[in-house]
């Protein structure tokens, strides 16, 4: 099953909007533990909606101290994840993300390239579901049109593992070609336009006949 942390869900506002390559395969258990911790996670969260940010800054935002961020940025710019944007010393270097997101499998030959692919998912979907609750908490904060906007929706299909397969990439294709460039152009985002997260779980809810 592929998966990717979908840029566009929030996505970075970088310096030069044609800096940001696309999102980065992983595919080695050794990077997916690396990535696999929830400050770390936590910091390419911020990076993506706010763009440059210091240590001193990245804690603020996610209640860790400044001394934390600074390792975890350190080991994140180890494995290519974020890298330095420019300006200060120290804590004071604001750092940025390498590309505007990553992708990987949970499926694989080897064991422990599926464990470390398992572990990243598990902690990225609850993340993920987190903020969707905190959505749900939160709706009736926000103006009328965001709450009729939004959207909850359960449809049952019955497709070969090859239509599912197919149908997965023709959604993200639609999503990439409407909506990727905003991301990495805020000039392309119409007045208004805030950050949306969108999930999309498609899974079996049988067993695959057996063959007789």
Known sequence: MPLEDAAGAAGQPPDD???LPEPRRLTDA??????AHPVRIA?????KVAGP?????????????PTTCSFHLRQLAKYGFVEEAGGGKGRARPWRLSHIGFSYSDVHDDPETEIAAGAL???????????????????????????????????LFYLTAEELEQLNADVLTLLRSRYRERVTDPS???????????????????PPPTDT
């Open 53 to 65: 940010m210091t240590a001193t800054e990245l804690g603020e935002e996610i209640g860790e101290s």
């Open 121 to 155: 998912s598990q902690m990225v979907r609850e993340r993920q579901l987190d903020r969707y609750l905190a959505w749900q908490e939160s709706r009736r904060s926000y103006p009328k049109e965001w709450r009729e906007a939004a959207n909850d929706a359960e449809l």
């Open 188 to 206: 392309r985002r119409p007045a208004g336009a805030i950050p949306v997260e969108v999930l999309m779980f498609s899974f079996p809810v049988a």
């Open 30 to 35: 050794r990077t997916m533990r690396a990535l």
């Open 43 to 47: 910091i390419i969260e911020v990076l």
């Open 17 to 19: 909007p044609a800096r």
